[in-house]
T-cell receptor
């Protein structure tokens, strides 16, 4: 089955700097890769997703890149703000099937 | 985005009793609902997948007789933790998807279960 790894497990950045979180997956059949943000005690919220037919997707300060050959994808947050502090989960799935989540990255944006 | 409501958000129960958690999709039909368990500072671990009108598919290591899942309609799934023990204390989250039309999963707000 699918296995998703995520690095780093914790990340601290200064406000205004960029943050990058990387994930790798094992099942080459996976074709949908969402990223979720979870604030303490709250539900995960989708922040961006990408399908395997696209190499990059951007939404304001957030971007995701996908390298299908290497089976890895990354989340990029630019101009970080304190409200970006949360746990971020990547996931991989085949469209229409279950997600397999990475272990999560705790991002702290220091003012 | 679509709304998934999970109830209760917080429950304390005595050892040996059962607790039912509800997950409702409020503005869309959820063909599939997923139940996750999340330990502190850890990721979401899938417990089971339920398709409307079918028996749930449980992940390896999850006791189906202990965690009863029912998905009787396109808008409601329930998870019943039977004969709860302190080790069942955890954060349980459901997510719902309509696999006919979309790929995004919408999450409930979670239920923090404490068994004393």
């Amino acid at each position: 089955g699918e296995n998703v790894e995520q690095h780093p497990s914790t990340l601290s950045v200064q406000e205004g700097d960029s943050a990058v979180i990387k994930c790798t997956y094992s099942d080459s059949a996976s074709n949908y890769f969402p990223w979720y943000k979870q604030e303490l005690g709250k539900r995960p919220q989708l922040i961006i997703d990408i399908r395997s037919n696209v190499g990059e997707k951007k939404d304001q300060r957030i971007a995701v890149t996908l390298n299908k050959t290497a089976k890895h994808f990354s989340l990029h947050i630019t101009e970080t703000q304190p409200e970006d502090s949360a746990v971020y989960f990547c996931a991989a799935s085949i469209v229409g099937q279950n997600f397999v989540f990475g272990p999560g990255t705790r991002l702290s944006v220091l003012p | 985005g679509a709304v998934v409501s999970q109830h209760p958000s917080w429950v304390i129960c005595k050892s040996g009793t059962s607790v039912k958690i509800e997950c409702r999709s409020l503005d869309f039909q959820a063909t599939t609902m997923f139940w996750y368990r999340q330990f502190p500072k850890q990721s979401l671990m899938l417990m089971a997948t339920s398709n409307e009108g079918s028996k749930a598919t449980y992940e390896q290591g999850v006791e189906k007789d202990k965690f009863l899942i029912n998905h009787a309609s396109l808008t409601l799934s329930t998870l019943t933790v039977t004969s709860a023990h302190p080790e069942d204390s955890s954060f349980y989250i459901c997510s719902a998807r309509d696999l006919r039309v979309a790929t995004e999963a919408f999450f409930g707000q979670g239920t923090r279960l404490t068994v004393v």
